[in-house]
């Protein structure tokens, strides 16, 4: 692609954010008519009072004159107005602002509980929190700022113009050759700004990351000496943050800097015109100060004026970041299919490689798991057991290949239905920093009877470490459960997964954290659980796995052989050697 096609291509990609957010302000358009009246009424008021300064001066200080009656009462009245106008025009404004940071935050929170996993496994944490916290600010805060001024000033210059124009044509037609040099200052700069704002945003997005992995992994930094390494990590990151809000000040103060420069030199033709006989204008002292009058307060709105497309870059590259996480398709849900499942899964050739990656995680995987037996996934870390579970709770879709539940390819069955027949419990524990009932009975689990919640504790051994916590079941966990023991961790997802009581079980490695005993406990109150069911374990011990009615042992991807633990060790293949190993080790 040429350089002028992607710049044209950025440019209708700008164009495409501005209006978006425009149509986010444009949707309370009632309180934007306010806005805009109140704002003009504000500019108006300004104006009235410098045109007024003319027969001020001219006649309100000679005697006898009628319009030091009247004059007092109107400038106080367009104070009055002004007032008004500043404070309705600025109020909704911000209002607005507002709502489009919650409206943009609550869209984008959604977003978050509705994209795939393989977003998640695109980007950091840390990226996604900044993107709602800061991103949606620097939106909300630019887009109104930007708007105040855009609408705000530009009346107020206009309005100061055609108060300079009725004043003296001659001198204003002089100052206007003074304009396209500001426009070009305008244009320069706010290039530049748009650039340093989406660096910013981008560093801030570094900073919570780094903060995050610091502050979660705190235990590790410590226990390996990695404060210093954590420090220097944050500090290149604090102090390329800080390094660019300098120059973005830089850059706004130059621009500030060179308005204040080109209103000198107008100021100085202004003196010299009107003082210089030849020219003939016939200046009288208030045409003179009204003109003035109106060049100063022209300043401070100029001067706002050549920021505010660099306010609006700030909010477009803001919004971008913004619109494109909520724009992000969500998980695939066309299915129809939805019914009591009778747990029939079936793997029929499938492969599947995770993007960017270049081996198969998974490939010719033909597996047929009948209703209400147990079956068991053996084999190396990195084999792909997690990998095949991912599958069938439709985390990933296979490359080639299809995976069906009880006949039905797992596309066709509506998602929110195929997620109801399975119960889960990862190798990553996930609970809530929320009391141990609420991350038993979570979600739409809230719903179930005292006496089926009571029952999964009870089956999940749970109530043995529970009865001894202070606020027994109500005992909230930490952030992440780092409350709780590990194995205590684990016994809390295996109850939440039992509430769930669903036609699938899938434990992945859910009692490897277990002490022999619990394990035992554990395994025994399973077995009743078990029974009807289609169970879906993964397991490193094998004895815990020994009964099952089908082992499935897998190599990097594969399943290389699979059968009854009876079976499988006459077969004397991968499995007996992997038993052979575990009970030399005494596991
Ligand atoms: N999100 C991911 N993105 C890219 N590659 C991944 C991802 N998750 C796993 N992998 C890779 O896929 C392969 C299979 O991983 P998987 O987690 O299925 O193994 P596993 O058999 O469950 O191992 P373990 O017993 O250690 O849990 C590994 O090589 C791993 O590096
Ligand atoms: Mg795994």
């Not at 709602?132 to 107020?156: C, E, K, P």
């Not at 997005?205 to 979660?216: C, K, P, Q, S, Y």
């Amino acid at each position: 692609m040429t350089d002028s096609t992607s710049q044209s291509l950025q440019n209708g990609k700008q164009r495409n954010v501005w209006w978006r957010l425009l149509g986010l302000i444009g949707s309370h358009w009632p309180l934007c008519i306010v806005a805009v009246v109140g704002m003009a009424l504000d500019s108006l008021a300004q104006s009235g009072f410098i045109y007024l300064l003319r027969p001020l001066i001219d006649q309100g200080f000679s005697t006898g004159n009628s319009i030091g009656q009247w004059l007092p009462l109107a400038m106080f009245g367009l104070i009055v107005l002004r007032v008004t106008g500043n404070f309705a025009g600025i109020y909704t404004m911000e209002w607005l602002g507002r709502k489009i940071v919650a409206s943009l935050r609550q869209q984008l929170f959604n977003q978050y509980l509705v994209l795939p996993k393989r977003f998640f496994d695109q980007h950091s944490a840390g990226d996604l929190v900044s993107k709602l916290t800061y991103n949606t600010d620097q939106v909300a805060h630019a887009t109104t700022n930007g708007m105040i001024t855009a609408i705000r000033d530009s009346f107020t210059v206009t309005a100061l113009l055609v108060v300079m124009l009725l004043q003296s044509p001659t001198l204003t037609a002089a100052l206007a050759v003074l304009l396209p040099v500001v426009a070009l200052i305008v244009g320069v700069i706010s290039r530049r700004f748009r650039k340093i704002s989406r660096k910013i945003q981008q560093s801030m997005g570094g900073l919570t990351h780094i903060t995050d992995e610091a502050v979660r992994g705190h235990a590790i930094v410590k226990l390996f000496a990695g404060q210093r390494y954590e420090q220097q990590r944050f500090e290149q990151t604090n102090e390329h943050n800080r390094r660019l809000h300098q120059r973005l000040i830089a850059t706004q103060l130059a621009s500030s800097s060179l308005v204040q420069i080109f209103a000198g030199v107008a100021l100085l033709l202004v003196l010299f015109l009107a003082t210089q006989q030849r020219f003939e204008l016939d200046i009288t002292a208030g045409t003179f100060m009204s003109v003035l009058g109106a060049m100063v307060a022209m300043i401070a709105p100029l001067k706002r004026l050549t920021n505010v497309h660099a306010l609006i870059q700030k909010a477009i590259a803001a919004a971008d970041s913004v619109f494109k996480a909520i724009d992000e398709a969500g998980e695939q849900d066309n299915g129809s299919h939805l019914s009591c499942s009778d747990g029939h899964i079936n793997f029929s050739k499938v492969t599947f490689c995770y993007p960017g990656r270049k081996q198969q995680a998974l490939s010719g995987i033909s597996l047929d798991i009948t209703p209400g037996t147990v079956t068991a996934l053996v084999g190396r870390s990195g084999s792909g057991k997690t990998t095949l579970a991912a599958l069938v709770t439709r985390f990933y879709s296979p490359d080639t290949g299809s995976v069906s539940l009880d006949g039905v390819s797992l596309e066709d069955w509506q998602l929110e239905g195929l997620r109801d027949q399975m119960a889960y419990v990862g190798q990553d524990v996930v609970l809530f920093n929320d009391t141990l009932r609420n991350n038993i009975a979570y979600g739409a689990l809230q719903d179930k009877s005292e006496q089926a919640i009571q029952a999964a504790i009870r089956c999940a051994h749970v109530d043995e470490f529970a009865e001894q916590l202070p606020q027994g079941l109500e005992t909230i966990v930490g952030d992440r459960g780092h409350l709780l023991s590990g194995g205590q961790r684990q016994r809390v997802a295996l109850a939440r997964a039992l509430l769930k009581d669903a036609p699938v079980l899938i434990l992945d490695e859910a009692t490897s954290s277990l002490d022999n005993i619990s394990q035992q406990f554990i395994q025994d109150a399973l077995q009743q659980v078990m029974q009807n069911r289609t169970v879906l374990i993964i397991a490193h011990r094998l004895s815990t796995i020994e009964h099952a009615d089908n082992i499935v042992m897998m190599v990097d991807g594969r399943i290389v052989e699979q059968g009854r633990h009876a079976e499988l060790l006459a077969a004397d293949g991968a499995y007996t050697a992997l038993h052979r190993i575990q009970l030399a080790a005494g596991g």
